[in-house]
């Protein structure tokens, strides 16, 4: 059974640069890609952006373009995504999850992203 | 990509059957066919229930069904369960391994 295991909860000041960690088991690493998805607080749910895990390539969405890095480290079966220039109304919920035939089977548990000053 | 639209909330008694909907467009929920559905209690992390528009995982009551019709995807819920409440969202591939995802459905059994 896969599983995915976050980082801890991060607190933040505007401006700063904020990096969550998901480690991957249970499953062949490579084969599968992960996505990031976000929840702001009392919201939906966000996607953000991909990352085959195979191939290293990457797709975000529009809106976060120019912010977000999604890389991967085979040897630790682990997948990371960094958001920069953080602002207030990216405080939420970050998910990773399991790619699985174009949706996502396996979550990680969430990691609590504040923005504060 | 816009937000698929589902509607705020529903809710039903149990053993009753409730259908939530999700309307995307051409580009996403009309063009491919991998819609899924996912179940969320409060504070924990969203689960599949369906993908593929019509499949379910293994380990998913077959009271959770999918279906599409053009645009509109829609997930019914037959023999409603108190542990059916939660938020319910919706997701479509949107092509170049993009996603979107519905505001959510809060489904209350009263």
């Known amino acids: 059974q896969g599983q995915l295991l976050q980082s801890g909860v991060e607190v933040k000041k505007p401006g700063a640069s904020v990096k969550v960690s998901c480690e991957a088991s249970?499953?062949?690493?490579?084969?599968?890609?992960i996505g990031w998805v976000r929840q702001a607080p009392g919201q939906g749910l966000e996607w953000m952006g991909w990352?085959?895990?195979?191939?290293?390539?990457?797709k975000y969405a529009q809106k976060f373009q120019d912010r977000v890095t999604i890389t991967t480290d085979t040897s630790t079966t682990t997948a990371y995504m960094e958001l920069r220039s953080l602002k207030f109304d990216d405080t939420a919920v970050y998910y990773c999850?399991?790619?699985?035939?174009?949706?996502?089977?396996?979550w990680g548990q969430g990691t609590l992203v504040t923005v504060s000053s | 990509q816009s937000a698929l639209t589902q509607p705020r909330s529903v809710s039903g008694s149990p053993g009753q059957s409730i259908i939530i909907s999700c309307t995307g467009s051409s580009s996403d929920v009309g063009a491919y066919d991998y819609v899924s559905w996912y179940q969320q209690h409060p504070g924990k992390a969203p689960k599949v229930m369906i993908y593929d528009v019509t499949k379910r995982p293994s380990g998913v009551p077959d009271r959770f069904s999918g279906s599409r019709s053009g645009n509109t995807a829609s997930l019914t819920i037959s023999a409603l369960q108190t542990e059916d409440e939660a938020d319910y969202y919706c997701s479509s591939y949107a092509g170049r391994y993009s996603w979107v995802f519905g505001g959510g459905t809060k489904l209350t059994v009263l």
């Open positions: 990352i085959s895990v195979y191939t290293g390539n990457t």
């Open positions: 249970g499953y062949t690493f490579s084969s599968y890609g």
């Open positions: 999850a399991r790619g699985f035939s174009y949706s996502f089977d396996y």
